[in-house]
Protein backbone atom coordinates (compact mmCIF):
# COMPACT_ATOMS: atom_id res chain seq x y z
CA UNK A 1 0.00 0.00 0.00
CA UNK A 2 1.60 3.44 -0.97
CA UNK A 3 1.99 5.24 1.85
CA UNK A 4 -0.31 8.68 0.28
CA UNK A 5 -2.87 7.79 -2.46
CA UNK A 6 -4.40 10.42 -4.20
CA UNK A 7 -6.02 9.61 -7.93
CA UNK A 8 -4.32 10.89 -10.56
CA UNK A 9 -7.41 12.36 -12.39
CA UNK A 10 -7.62 14.73 -14.35
CA UNK A 11 -10.46 16.46 -12.46
CA UNK A 12 -12.46 18.18 -15.19
CA UNK A 13 -14.34 20.90 -13.81
CA UNK A 14 -16.59 24.12 -15.30
CA UNK A 15 -15.57 27.70 -13.58
CA UNK A 16 -17.57 28.72 -11.09
CA UNK A 17 -18.11 25.39 -9.66
CA UNK A 18 -16.85 22.84 -6.94
CA UNK A 19 -13.51 20.85 -7.12
CA UNK A 20 -13.19 18.39 -4.49
CA UNK A 21 -9.39 16.53 -4.16
CA UNK A 22 -8.89 13.47 -2.46
CA UNK A 23 -5.84 11.68 -0.23
CA UNK A 24 -5.82 8.56 2.24
CA UNK A 25 -2.88 7.81 4.14
CA UNK A 26 -1.83 4.94 5.44
CA UNK A 27 0.72 5.62 8.36
CA UNK A 28 -1.71 6.45 11.58
CA UNK A 29 1.24 8.15 13.07
CA UNK A 30 1.31 11.25 10.48
CA UNK A 31 0.46 14.56 12.36
CA UNK A 32 0.63 17.23 10.03
CA UNK A 33 -1.48 17.36 6.24
CA UNK A 34 -0.63 19.67 3.13
CA UNK A 35 -2.22 20.53 0.19
CA UNK A 36 0.08 21.88 -2.32
CA UNK A 37 -0.26 23.15 -5.83
CA UNK A 38 2.32 22.99 -8.69
CA UNK A 39 1.54 24.14 -12.13
CA UNK A 40 3.49 22.95 -15.35
CA UNK A 41 7.49 23.12 -14.64
CA UNK A 42 7.22 25.14 -11.36
CA UNK A 43 7.62 24.14 -7.96
CA UNK A 44 4.93 23.28 -5.36
CA UNK A 45 3.22 25.81 -3.80
CA UNK A 46 1.73 25.82 -0.27
CA UNK A 47 -1.52 26.49 -0.25
CA UNK A 48 -2.64 25.48 3.21
CA UNK A 49 -1.99 22.69 6.26
CA UNK A 50 -4.11 21.16 8.72
CA UNK A 51 -2.97 18.95 11.76
CA UNK A 52 -6.83 18.55 13.59
CA UNK A 53 -9.80 16.87 12.33
CA UNK A 54 -12.54 18.97 11.36
CA UNK A 55 -12.45 21.68 8.84
CA UNK A 56 -10.39 24.39 8.07
CA UNK A 57 -10.83 27.00 5.68
CA UNK A 58 -8.93 29.86 3.89
CA UNK A 59 -10.30 32.11 1.28
CA UNK A 60 -11.89 29.57 -1.49
CA UNK A 61 -10.19 26.77 -0.09
CA UNK A 62 -11.06 24.27 2.40
CA UNK A 63 -9.44 21.14 3.82
CA UNK A 64 -10.57 18.72 5.48
CA UNK A 65 -9.64 15.83 7.46
CA UNK A 66 -10.76 12.59 9.17
CA UNK A 67 -7.83 10.93 11.32
CA UNK A 68 -9.99 7.86 11.94
CA UNK A 69 -10.44 7.25 8.12
CA UNK A 70 -7.20 8.21 7.36
CA UNK A 71 -8.61 10.89 4.75
CA UNK A 72 -8.08 14.35 3.66
CA UNK A 73 -9.39 16.34 1.42
CA UNK A 74 -9.74 19.87 0.12
CA UNK A 75 -12.51 22.07 -1.54
CA UNK A 76 -11.74 24.58 -4.16
CA UNK A 77 -15.02 26.80 -3.92
CA UNK A 78 -15.83 28.98 -7.14
CA UNK A 79 -12.90 26.96 -9.74
CA UNK A 80 -11.00 29.35 -11.65
CA UNK A 81 -8.92 28.34 -14.97
CA UNK A 82 -5.93 29.52 -13.17
CA UNK A 83 -6.40 26.93 -10.04
CA UNK A 84 -5.86 24.34 -13.47
CA UNK A 85 -2.70 23.10 -11.94
CA UNK A 86 -1.85 19.21 -10.08
CA UNK A 87 -2.43 19.34 -6.65
CA UNK A 88 -0.22 17.45 -4.18
CA UNK A 89 -1.51 15.70 -0.88
CA UNK A 90 1.63 15.57 1.97
CA UNK A 91 1.59 13.72 4.98
CA UNK A 92 4.54 14.27 7.44
CA UNK A 93 5.46 13.42 11.33
CA UNK A 94 7.46 16.31 13.22
CA UNK A 95 11.13 17.02 12.12
CA UNK A 96 10.48 14.83 9.13
CA UNK A 97 10.49 15.26 5.25
CA UNK A 98 7.01 15.66 3.49
CA UNK A 99 5.33 12.42 2.19
CA UNK A 100 4.10 13.19 -1.60
CA UNK A 101 1.07 11.38 -2.92
CA UNK A 102 1.25 11.69 -6.63
CA UNK A 103 -0.88 14.76 -7.34
CA UNK A 104 -4.42 14.95 -8.98
CA UNK A 105 -4.79 17.22 -11.91
CA UNK A 106 -7.70 19.63 -11.92
CA UNK A 107 -8.64 21.24 -15.16
CA UNK A 108 -11.00 24.63 -14.67
CA UNK A 109 -12.61 24.68 -17.68
CA UNK A 110 -14.19 28.57 -18.74
CA UNK B 1 7.29 35.00 4.59
CA UNK B 2 9.07 31.91 4.18
CA UNK B 3 10.43 32.59 0.95
CA UNK B 4 13.32 30.20 -0.18
CA UNK B 5 15.36 30.81 -3.25
CA UNK B 6 17.52 28.66 -5.79
CA UNK B 7 20.07 29.66 -7.83
CA UNK B 8 20.89 28.92 -11.10
CA UNK B 9 17.08 28.95 -12.06
CA UNK B 10 18.24 26.71 -14.96
CA UNK B 11 21.71 25.47 -16.35
CA UNK B 12 23.12 23.82 -18.84
CA UNK B 13 26.53 21.80 -18.77
CA UNK B 14 27.92 19.38 -20.78
CA UNK B 15 28.67 15.59 -19.90
CA UNK B 16 31.28 14.73 -17.34
CA UNK B 17 31.29 18.65 -15.66
CA UNK B 18 30.01 19.28 -11.96
CA UNK B 19 27.34 22.08 -11.37
CA UNK B 20 26.65 23.73 -8.06
CA UNK B 21 22.94 24.37 -7.13
CA UNK B 22 22.17 26.90 -4.08
CA UNK B 23 19.18 26.78 -2.08
CA UNK B 24 18.71 29.50 0.79
CA UNK B 25 15.96 30.75 3.12
CA UNK B 26 15.92 34.06 3.03
CA UNK B 27 13.57 35.37 5.59
CA UNK B 28 13.76 32.50 8.42
CA UNK B 29 16.72 30.03 9.45
CA UNK B 30 15.84 26.48 8.43
CA UNK B 31 18.13 23.71 10.54
CA UNK B 32 16.57 20.94 7.97
CA UNK B 33 16.38 21.85 4.03
CA UNK B 34 15.46 18.49 1.32
CA UNK B 35 16.54 18.03 -1.94
CA UNK B 36 14.05 16.88 -4.26
CA UNK B 37 13.89 16.05 -8.42
CA UNK B 38 11.57 15.59 -10.60
CA UNK B 39 11.36 13.87 -14.44
CA UNK B 40 8.83 15.10 -16.55
CA UNK B 41 5.49 14.48 -15.84
CA UNK B 42 6.26 12.67 -12.66
CA UNK B 43 6.19 13.19 -8.87
CA UNK B 44 8.47 14.61 -6.46
CA UNK B 45 11.09 12.14 -5.50
CA UNK B 46 13.10 13.13 -2.12
CA UNK B 47 16.81 12.56 -2.91
CA UNK B 48 18.01 13.51 0.50
CA UNK B 49 17.54 15.52 3.94
CA UNK B 50 20.36 18.12 4.55
CA UNK B 51 20.38 18.97 8.61
CA UNK B 52 22.68 21.97 9.09
CA UNK B 53 26.19 20.84 10.89
CA UNK B 54 26.00 17.52 9.97
CA UNK B 55 26.21 15.06 6.67
CA UNK B 56 23.21 15.14 5.03
CA UNK B 57 20.44 11.99 5.11
CA UNK B 58 20.33 10.41 1.51
CA UNK B 59 17.57 8.39 0.53
CA UNK B 60 18.05 4.64 -1.24
CA UNK B 61 19.31 4.75 -4.86
CA UNK B 62 20.54 7.88 -4.60
CA UNK B 63 24.77 8.02 -5.06
CA UNK B 64 26.40 10.19 -2.18
CA UNK B 65 29.10 10.60 -3.87
CA UNK B 66 27.84 11.98 -6.77
CA UNK B 67 25.28 14.47 -5.34
CA UNK B 68 26.89 16.51 -3.19
CA UNK B 69 25.55 18.24 -0.54
CA UNK B 70 26.42 21.02 2.32
CA UNK B 71 23.98 22.46 4.66
CA UNK B 72 26.94 25.24 5.64
CA UNK B 73 24.94 27.66 7.62
CA UNK B 74 20.84 27.76 8.49
CA UNK B 75 19.97 29.33 5.68
CA UNK B 76 22.03 27.71 2.92
CA UNK B 77 22.28 24.21 1.41
CA UNK B 78 24.43 23.40 -1.85
CA UNK B 79 23.82 20.22 -3.89
CA UNK B 80 26.67 19.54 -6.62
CA UNK B 81 25.76 17.11 -9.10
CA UNK B 82 29.08 15.86 -9.56
CA UNK B 83 30.21 14.41 -13.22
CA UNK B 84 26.87 14.92 -14.98
CA UNK B 85 25.58 13.16 -17.50
CA UNK B 86 22.08 13.28 -19.86
CA UNK B 87 20.32 11.14 -17.40
CA UNK B 88 21.14 13.55 -14.40
CA UNK B 89 18.80 16.04 -16.81
CA UNK B 90 15.86 16.80 -14.56
CA UNK B 91 14.33 19.31 -12.20
CA UNK B 92 15.97 19.99 -8.99
CA UNK B 93 14.12 21.15 -6.29
CA UNK B 94 15.01 22.39 -2.42
CA UNK B 95 12.81 23.08 0.46
CA UNK B 96 13.55 24.58 3.69
CA UNK B 97 11.12 23.30 6.54
CA UNK B 98 10.30 26.38 9.69
CA UNK B 99 9.00 24.87 12.75
CA UNK B 100 6.08 26.62 13.65
CA UNK B 101 3.34 26.54 16.61
CA UNK B 102 1.44 24.25 14.98
CA UNK B 103 3.57 22.14 12.76
CA UNK B 104 6.94 22.16 10.95
CA UNK B 105 5.79 23.36 7.36
CA UNK B 106 8.07 22.86 4.45
CA UNK B 107 8.25 25.70 1.67
CA UNK B 108 10.07 25.09 -1.67
CA UNK B 109 12.15 26.60 -3.45
CA UNK B 110 11.66 27.60 -7.58
CA UNK B 111 13.87 24.53 -8.68
CA UNK B 112 16.84 24.70 -10.55
CA UNK B 113 16.38 22.66 -14.15
CA UNK B 114 19.61 20.68 -15.03
CA UNK B 115 19.96 20.03 -18.41
CA UNK B 116 23.09 17.69 -19.48
CA UNK B 117 24.70 17.95 -22.95
Known amino acids: QKEVEQNSGPLSVPEGAIASLNCTYSDRGSQSFFWYRQYSGKSPELIMF????GDKEDGRFTAQLNKASQYVSLLIRDSQPSDSATYLCAVNKPGTALIFGKGTTLSVSS | GAVVSQHPSWVICKSGTSVKIECRSLDFQATTMFWYRQFPKQSLMLMATSNEGSKATYEQGVEKDKFLINHASLTLSTLTVTSAHPEDSSFYIC?????????????FGPGTRLTVL
Open chain 1, 50 to 53: IYSN
Open chain 2, 95 to 107: SAMTSGRDTDTQY
